[in-house]
């Protein structure tokens, strides 16, 4: 089942912060992120192994709740080139890599 | 390394006709994944290979769709006969295992197809 992302989409102004949130309802063995330009196949940003473990790159972290099948993207002071959208993967226990991606959250920020 | 390749890059074919998508996987990789993205149904996947054998294809969407993978360095997806709903982008993914943290899928660009 496809996890749930909100918001669908958020418009920024460079320098602002936003939050991305992933919500599955079947248990998680990880969560994926990945950000999508337009035209352009989806870039690995993350994955997030263990239950409130939170990863970073750079200014975006992620956090995931294992116990409440929930993960947030942070992107903290926002610039230009954060603009894409952005999807979540989860991959449940036994299900051999295979993952199911939200419908995804498109990230505008602006000059 | 290139990196995944596929080809063709566009494909304009008309309603009925066969399509041929092809992926390079990167050197090395052992699953291999084959993903159709819509705006309406966003990125799903279709069918995922391990070690050149099929291992989940549940979502092929219905008998005109197949997938090959003959060795480590090569795979397609076919339609036949195609429809005005395949027009999408395909993407073939690749990753290698092993590793606890290896699991970054690594993506080709994309065939944008579209049937008329």
């Known amino acids: 089942q496809q996890p749930v992302q909100s918001p669908q989409a958020v418009i920024l102004r460079e320098g602002e912060d936003a939050v991305i949130n992933c919500s599955s309802s079947k248990a998680l063995y990880s969560v994926h992120w990945y950000r999508q330009k337009h035209g352009e196949a989806p870039v690995f940003l993350m994955i997030l192994l263990k239950g409130g473990e939170q990863k970073g790159h750079e200014k975006i972290s992620a956090s995931f709740n294992e116990k409440k099948q929930q993960s947030s993207l942070y992107l903290t002071a926002s610039q230009l080139s954060y603009s894409g959208t952005y999807f979540c993967?989860?991959?449940?226990?036994?299900?051999?890599?295979?993952?199911?991606f939200g419908s995804g959250t498109q990230l505008t920020v602006l000059p | 390394d290139a990196g995944v390749i596929q080809s063709p890059r566009h494909e304009v074919t008309e309603m009925g006709q066969e399509v041929t998508l092809r992926c390079k996987p990167i050197s090395g990789h052992d699953y291999l994944f084959w993903y159709r993205q819509t705006m309406m149904r966003g990125l799903e996947l279709l069918i995922y290979?391990?070690?050149?054998?099929?291992?989940?294809d549940s979502g092929m969407p219905e008998d005109r769709f197949s997938a090959k993978m003959p060795n480590a360095s090569f795979s397609t997806l076919k339609i036949q006969p195609s429809e005005p709903r395949d027009s999408a982008v395909y993407f073939c993914a690749s990753r290698a295992s092993g590793r606890d943290l290896s699991y970054e899928q690594y993506f080709g660009p994309g065939t944008r197809l579209t049937v008329t």
């Open positions: 290979f391990n070690n050149n054998v099929p291992i989940d």
């Open positions: 993967g989860t991959e449940k226990p036994g299900s051999a890599r295979q993952l199911t």
